[in-house]
Nanobody
Framework: QVQLVESGGGLVQAGGSLRLSCAHS????????MGWYRQAPGKQRELVAI???????NYADSVKGRFTISRDNVKNTVYLQMNSLKPEDTAVYYC?????????WGQGTQVTVSS
């Protein structure tokens, strides 16, 4: 079965950095796009960043200029580099993969930014 394994979350002070990783167990050629979503307490899950197989990226306005999404096709892994973190970035972050056969989600990783 398809598995997405996330890592890299944790506690960091405002202004600090974290890098999230998401490893995909399936074939790299089955992926149309990969992305990151987040869900803060009491809020809906929202899109943070996406990257297509061709390398095109898109970001939420709230993270533009601070976060960078990238992909390693050899390791079949997508990354989210998060810089200049703010307390409002605190959320559970979920990896998402769009494949030919549907959508798949990681287990989520907690990111907490202290003020």
């Amino acid at each position: 079965q398809v598995q997405l394994v996330e890592s890299g979350g944790g506690l960091v002070q405002a202004g600090g950095s974290l890098r999230l990783s998401c490893a995909h167990s399936g074939s790299i050629f089955s992926i149309n796009a990969m992305g990151w979503y987040r869900q803060a307490p009491g809020k809906q899950r929202e899109l943070v960043a996406i990257i297509t197989g061709g390398g095109t990226t898109n970001y939420a306005d709230s993270v533009k200029g601070r976060f960078t999404i990238s992909r390693d096709n050899v390791k079949n892994t997508v990354y989210l580099q998060m810089n200049s973190l703010k307390p409002e970035d605190t959320a559970v972050y979920y990896c998402n993969v769009r494949r030919f056969d549907g959508l798949y989600w990681g287990q989520g990783t907690q990111v907490t930014v202290s003020s």
